[in-house]
Nanobody, 118 residues
Framework: QVQLVESGGGLVQPGGSLRLSCAAS???????????MGWYRQAPGKERELVAS???????NYIDSVKGRFTISRDNAKNTVDLQMNSLKPEDTGVYYC?????????WGQGTQVTVSS
């Protein structure tokens, strides 16, 4: 069983920064360490999309619109994955979720709302 808890969202002006954190409570030993993790975003009226990912070994990947602005990182000892977001734009607005890759767990967390607006 897995429980994902996202935090760190909020209202920020364009150009600002936020750091999101995801804590995974997992009962199966090492399942977090052995899997990739990703941050997903669901903008109003749009489908959920993967914006950043990190493999079990620490390799990262980003969609083009966030490259150079977002940084994903993980702490396997704490079962956490973070997303540092800089130079935020209004189009970054949405609910942000974390989950496993390549196949997400069925139970998503509640997400954390990010609103970029002046």
């Amino acid at each position: 069983q897995v429980q994902l808890v996202e935090s760190g969202g909020g209202l920020v002006q364009p150009g600002g920064s936020l750091r999101l954190s995801c804590a995974a409570s997992i009962t199966i030993l090492n399942i977090f360490n052995n899997n990739g993790m990703g941050w997903y975003r669901q903008a109003p009226g749009k489908e959920r999309e993967l914006v950043a990912s990190i493999t079990s070994g620490g390799s990262t990947n980003y969609i083009d619109s966030v490259k150079g602005r977002f940084t994903i990182s993980r702490d396997n000892a704490k079962n956490t994955v973070d997303l540092q977001m800089n130079s935020l734009k209004p189009e970054d607005t949405g609910v942000y979720y974390c989950n496993k890759l390549p196949l997400p767990w069925a139970d998503w967390g509640q997400g954390t709302q990010v609103t970029v607006s002046s």
